[in-house]
């Protein structure tokens, strides 16, 4: 089972800077992931360019699709993370991620969510958690918080997928690296900015099961380099 993580910046081709969803359906299909998880992806709203860019996906792969609704661009366009899948999605919900009590950095603070996802492969139950973390630290805390709390609470094997706008070394990701492994851990690996990438801020990370053969692939298409892996259940 190949599974991806990409951050597709709202499908705008980052060469031609126009969204195209076919570009990015078709390089999806090309590489041939049977689970991605999706970063910035809009949904249909009452904004110029909101589409439901994952039904458009959904179809155009042949792939089951969700979206996550994180929040609504001035109020009216939805924006988040979503998933899309060769296999039947057992069950699928958005949890949103709290935001922080005290904003005092001088960043764009923004409400973020994780897709979590169960997902059968070879008879077993595997969980995908896919999310997007923010630009403060103070809201990367809670997203890790968040996530820790969910993996705690089960025993099955979890997939951990998404931009987490921080790099590996940050010590708020430490907890995550106590529960996961980095299926690039070790490499020097950068995904971002994809055309000149200079930092690692893109992840996929397992718990309960093999990941090999886990590359980035080198194709300027969003702003971000997509993550592939083979999953072994």
Known sequence: MKVMTFNIQHCLDYKNKKIDCDLFARKITEYGADF???NEVRGKGFLVGYTD???KLS???GMYGYFGQAIKVKGFGPYGNAILSKKPIKSVQTILIPDPGIKNENVNYETRC???????ENGKDI?????????????RINAVKTICEIADDTDLPIILMGDFNACPDEETLKPLFERFSDTLKGKDVKTFPSDCPEIKIDYILYRGLE???TKVINEVVSDHLPIITEVIV
């Open 36 to 38: 991605c998880g999706l």
């Open 53 to 55: 860019q994952i039904k």
């Open 59 to 61: 179809g155009k792969t």
């Open 114 to 120: 994780i897709i979590k996802t169960i997902v059968e």
């Open 127 to 139: 969980v995908f958690l896919v999310t997007h973390m923010g630009l403060a630290k103070a809201e």
């Open 211 to 213: 990941c090999k053969n």
